[in-house]
Nanobody
Framework: QVQLVESGGGLVQPGGSLRLSCAAS????????MSWSRQAPGKERELVAT????????NYADSVKGRFTISRDDDKNMVYLQMYSLKPEDTAVYYC?????WGQGTQVTVSS
């Protein structure tokens, strides 16, 4: 059974940092590109970052480029999203995604 379980969300002040984790089970992450998306209230889901296999090539939405870093540890079947310089507009539910599955999401709230 495939599962993606996100963790690490929470409340943080503007300018702060958070690290999201995604624990994958039921498949081998090394075989797939993985990604993080987010959905803010009243908005469509937005692709935030992707990381490929092998060379681990990364891509980011313009809105997070330079502030977020996606990484993977295939030995642990984990994917991470390190977020720096958080802004109120980063507030959303963040989802980990493999090509065919989504996690349940973790809430990130950026507020003073």
């Amino acid at each position: 059974q495939v599962q993606l379980v996100e963790s690490g969300g929470g409340l943080v002040q503007p300018g702060g940092s958070l690290r999201l984790s995604c624990a994958a089970s039921g498949f081998t992450t090394s075989r797939y590109a993985m990604s993080w998306s987010r959905q803010a209230p009243g908005k469509e889901r937005e692709l935030v970052a992707t990381i490929g296999t092998n060379l681990g090539i990364t891509n980011y939405a313009d809105s997070v480029k330079g502030r977020f870093t996606i990484s993977r540890d295939d030995d642990k079947n984990m994917v991470y999203l390190q977020m720096y310089s958080l802004k109120p507009e980063d507030t959303a539910v963040y989802y980990c995604k493999s090509p065919n599955y989504w996690g349940q999401g973790t809430q990130v709230t950026v507020s003073s």
